[in-house]
């Protein structure tokens, strides 16, 4: 009884974690729709704008469209046009938020997504990039979410990818996402890239 008891209450704490966390996400919300990048984000070697639009996709895609009003995840969505977009990560937290929403064209995402994908079986973090776990861990799990039967090839080749680009220590090495880095691997990005590949492997076996 004492161990319901505590699970009882374990979930109230983190129900009440989750809405004091929600209500921050709505409070920063713009104005226009989409949430500011802060820290290092602002930094990366892609447009201000388009991380904008990423950091937006993202907390779109935690809030669950449930949380905003009605018009400003309107407005947020109209943010998210991109006739350019640099970054694997842009297609991917929009095929993942295009899963979910009907007004978004989700198969053709996903086929763009697809026709990023390098010859060694990867994704850069900016497409034109050299393949890096970072991007190929993003694009697996968007992939693996929206269709894994449909992208078990493009999977299997990332997959494999990610296998033999290992270090022996059981990290990746990947380079940094800030225009200072000079594509040289960082603590920061060796972190990211690892965690996202650890991810995508993951979801390509459930």
């Known amino acids: 009884k004492a ?80 006739t350019s977009p640099a970054s694997t990560e842009w297609w991917a937290v929009n095929l993942l938020l295009a899963a979910q929403r009907s007004e978004m064209n989700a198969s053709a995402l996903c086929d763009a997504l697809i026709e990023k994908q390098q010859a060694d079986g990867g994704w850069g973090w900016l497409t034109s990039d050299p393949s890096d776990a970072l991007a190929t861990g993003m694009a697996i799990y968007a992939l693996s979410q929206y269709d894994a039967e449909q992208n078990k090839s493009a999977i299997s080749k990332a997959v494999a990818f990610l296998t033999t680009s290992q270090s022996p220590d059981g990290s990746w090495k990947v380079p940094g996402t800030k225009k200072t880095t000079r594509n040289q691997p ?18 390509s076996e459930s």
């Open 3 to 82: 161990s319901g008891h505590a699970k009882t209450g374990d979930r109230r704490e983190a129900t009440a974690w989750r809405n004091l966390f929600v209500d921050a996400l709505v409070k920063n919300q713009q104005e226009e729709g989409g949430w500011k990048p802060c820290g290092q984000l602002p930094a990366q070697k892609r447009s201000l704008e388009e991380t904008t639009q990423v950091t937006t996709a993202w907390t779109l895609l935690a809030l669950d469209g449930n949380q905003t009003t009605a018009n400003r995840e309107q407005k947020a969505l109209a943010m998210l046009q991109n």
């Open 186 to 203: 960082t603590p920061t990005s060796n972190y990211w890239g690892t965690a996202w590949a650890v991810i995508g492997l993951l979801e």
